[in-house]
């Protein structure tokens, strides 16, 4: 098992910046694949972004392309999401996942596909 913790979360103006982080503890990090999702009110949850377990492949949603960086610190066992150029459309209660049953070069979209989540960030984007 893993224990995951987002932090990072708040409320910023359109066009500022976040960065989310992804605690884990209980296992090391690398043997997993990570992704960020998130669920806005009355939406379903929707992929962000995934990474493989050393870092050396990585995918995002379309809208997010050119705006967010996921990235991990094995080392320190914590996953990152830089959020750039804001917009209000990215405002979610966004989710980091881990996956363990995928080798490395097959990433993950879909979040029946992840086994362990942690409780989620508010991310608020104001006009």
């Known amino acids: 098992q893993v224990q995951l913790v987002e932090s990072g979360g708040g409320l910023v103006q359109a066009g500022g910046s976040l960065r989310l982080s992804c605690a884990a503890s209980g296992r090391t990090l690398s043997n997993y694949n990570m992704g960020w999702f998130r669920q806005a009110p009355g939406k379903e949850r929707e992929f962000v972004a995934t990474?493989?377990?050393?870092?050396?492949?990585?995918d995002y949603t379309d809208s997010v392309k050119g705006r967010f960086t996921i990235s991990r610190d094995n080392g320190k066992n914590t996953v990152y999401l830089q959020m750039n150029i804001l917009k209000p459309e990215d405002t979610a209660v966004y989710y980091c996942?881990?996956?363990?049953?995928?080798?490395?070069?097959?990433?993950?979209?879909?979040?029946?596909?992840?086994?362990?989540w942690g409780q989620g960030t508010q991310v608020t984007v104001s006009s």
């Open positions: 990474i493989n377990r050393n870092g050396g492949r990585t």
């Open positions: 996942a881990a996956e363990f049953r995928s080798p490395d070069y097959i990433l993950k979209y879909t979040a029946g596909a992840y086994d362990y």
